[in-house]
């Protein structure tokens, strides 16, 4: 009976999380990447009509098309088929889909070119990225408990929930909330494979997580590599046991990335081409000028406060977007909504309280949120120069998770004090 409370109230917990996730779709302030999103979804409908099309083609001359080729090469598919998908069980045609986001020219005329999408549109896909970021909430607050007991993973959740960035970035029709859930249901998979690393099932899971995550958006290739040292240090001590699964898990997330990415069909040694490819489209951007960090120092403070601090709203400082959207983002930062932004200094003392418990914990899965945490930190700081709040939402749930065993930790350290002091209390 206990047993049925708790799996009740657990329930109850999560929904009403993702109750307030969904109350602020309407509400979060528009960005211009998210028509750009819902234009990929063109590609949900090519996909049923002729595949083969969307596969790679390397002399491409330079057109509407071309342009196509490279958002495809460059970004993940889950958003846009979830997008896709959602529309076309609403009944939209493919023609209700508008033009892409054209940063280099103004907010009015891009509405006369059609890029800004209907209300209609808008609504449902960003529905589909909030559900997207609903099943991550839920996979982080499965592999939460057990990393830290039914109130330690509790308390993590509602940290994550309640942060601005996770819940802006959910709730727009972007990659993010694909890549939240990746990023849950690659954590729930790696704690169960750290407590049952001989049970093949969990090693599968594992494999088709990470297919899912890196198919959502590339960069969760490096929560990929964060989960792989631990476990590889594990796998040549156990080799004989565990080698071929962790073998298997690796040849499935290959199979999934490339049978959800046809443009890979063609040619996959294109593959290292998107580093390329990247770099060269963000040196194009005008608004990366904008947004580099002024030293050294600052982007190591900005590893913890951009994932803590208040939401950021549009990544252009040009065109006065303060005229088209200030109304908006008024509204949105005054609501209830918005979430609760935690002071960098204070997130930073209760995770470096966590990291410690972890460490004293001694157990391959606390080893794995640590390996997380330190590798997304390494390879941010190396290779992104920009302060874009969305590029470091790969640190909040590991950042959650620290937050709450410091939380945790020191909630013991107090209540071992008090009976101390009061044998009677």
Same mark, same amino acid.
């Given at each position: ?24 779709i ?19 409908w ?24 490279d ?59 909030? *559900?997207?970021?609903? !099943?991550? =909430?839920?996979? +982080? &607050? #499965? ?5 830290? /007991? ?17 819940l ?26 750290a ?52 073998i *298997?898990?690796?040849? !499935?997330? =290959?199979?999934? +990335? &490339? #049978? ?5 069909? /063609? ?6 081409g ?8 963000l ?33 252009d ?55 997380l945490?330190? &590798? ?5 700081f ?44």
């Amino acid at each position: 009976m206990l047993t049925n409370r708790r799996r009740l109230f657990d329930g109850l917990f999560i929904a009403v999380l993702i109750v307030y996730l969904l109350a602020g779709i309407r509400a979060a302030p528009f960005h211009g990447d998210e028509s750009t999103i819902i234009y990929m979804s063109h590609d949900w409908w090519t996909l049923w009509r002729d595949p083969l099309s969307l596969r790679y083609q390397p002399d491409i001359s330079p057109s509407p098309a071309a342009m196509d080729q490279d958002l495809r090469v460059l970004n993940g598919v889950l958003s846009k088929y979830a997008i896709g998908a959602l529309l076309s069980v609403a009944g939209f045609p493919e023609s209700a889909l508008n033009t892409p986001w054209n940063w280099e020219i103004d907010w009015w005329e891009n509405l006369y070119y059609g890029a800004l999408p209907s209300s209609p549109v808008l609504f449902i896909s960003r529905l589909s990225s909030v *559900l997207f970021a609903a !099943l991550g =909430l839920a996979f +982080f &607050f #499965a592999a939460s408990k057990k990393l830290l /007991g039914r109130g330690g993973g509790h308390l993590a959740t509602l940290i994550l929930t309640l942060l601005p960035a996770f819940l802006l970035n959910s709730r727009r029709a972007m990659f993010e909330g694909a890549f939240l859930f990746g990023m849950g249901l690659m954590l729930w998979a790696t704690i169960y494979v750290a407590n049952h690393p001989r049970h093949l099932k969990g090693w599968l899971l594992l494999g088709l997580a990470t297919g899912l995550a890196i198919a959502s958006k590339h960069t969760a290739v490096f929560w990929a590599v964060a989960i792989a040292v631990p476990f590889s240090v594990v796998v040549i001590r156990q080799r004989r046991l565990i080698i071929k699964p962790a073998i *298997l898990a690796v040849i !499935l997330s =290959l199979v999934v +990335f &490339f #049978a959800l990415n046809p443009v890979w069909w /063609g040619d996959p040694t294109k593959a290292p081409g998107v580093v390329r490819l990247r770099a060269r489209f963000l040196d194009q951007l005008p608004q990366v000028s904008m947004f580099n960090f002024a030293s050294p120092l600052e982007r190591a403070i900005g590893l913890v406060e951009l994932p803590l601090a208040p939401a950021q709203y549009a990544e252009d400082n040009q065109g006065d977007w303060a005229t088209w959207l200030g109304p908006e983002i008024a509204a949105y930062r005054l609501s209830p909504l918005h979430g609760v932004p935690i002071l960098w200094l204070i997130g930073v003392g209760l995770a470096l309280i966590g990291l410690f418990a972890f460490i004293h914990q001694r157990h391959l899965a606390s080893y794995l949120v640590i390996s997380l945490i330190v &590798f997304n930190m390494l390879v941010l700081f190396v290779t992104n120069p920009l302060a874009w709040q969305r590029y470091y939402l790969p640190l909040a749930m590991p950042l959650a998770l620290l937050m709450a065993a410091g939380i945790v930790t020191l909630a013991r350290a107090l209540s071992r004090l008090i009976s101390r002091r009061s044998p009677h209390a």
